[in-house]
């Protein structure tokens, strides 16, 4: 058994990253806040993935959050690497620039954190990055999508 499987369900949400001119999205479901004061953000992402060499290399990285209307879109950005694909080409999903940090952000998202990392921790498998959140907005309320488990994906009303 996995944590996964019992651990669920979790929010879904999509982390855009960047370096030079490079930029990718990755679906994650290990997210989490830090800190109220100063505002700290964390998310984990497993060592072979190529979002976790955007971040390595440029420091910085958003969390979007998105709506449920974007399932596949959503489920497309984890099923893909974006050594090969760009994911904003082949999804719903626009680019737009970040305020305070060198990254794109998703501009559908219902709000977004735009994260400079302070520190990077390895977890086993996957590597976990603390960001500063340097700007956050919730931009509108909408359905968010959960993880169930395994490739299942729900969705929640936002309160």
Not at 24 to 43: E, G, K, Q, R, V
Not at 76 to 83: K, N
Not at 131 to 146: C, I, T, Y
């Amino acid at each position: 058994m996995r944590i996964s499987d019992i651990a669920n369900p979790r929010q879904v949400i999509l982390v855009t990253a960047r370096w030079q001119d490079t930029d990718d999205i990755i679906t994650l479901a290990w997210h989490m806040p830090l800190s109220f004061n100063p505002m700290m953000y964390a998310i984990s992402l497993g060592k072979k993935r190529f979002s976790l060499e955007l971040i390595r290399n440029s420091k910085v990285f958003v969390v979007n959050f998105v709506s449920k209307e974007f399932k596949e879109d959503v489920l497309f950005c984890g099923e893909v690497s974006g050594r090969e694909v760009d994911k904003f080409k082949e999804t719903r999903f626009e680019k737009e620039e970040a305020e305070t940090i060198n990254c794109s952000r998703i501009k559908q998202a219902l709000g977004y954190l735009e994260c400079e990392v302070v520190d990077e921790i390895e977890t086993g498998d996957h590597i976990l990055f603390i960001g500063k959140v340097k700007k956050a907005e919730l931009k509108k309320h909408g359905a968010r999508l959960f993880h169930i488990s395994g490739d299942k994906l729900g969705e929640l009303e936002d309160a």
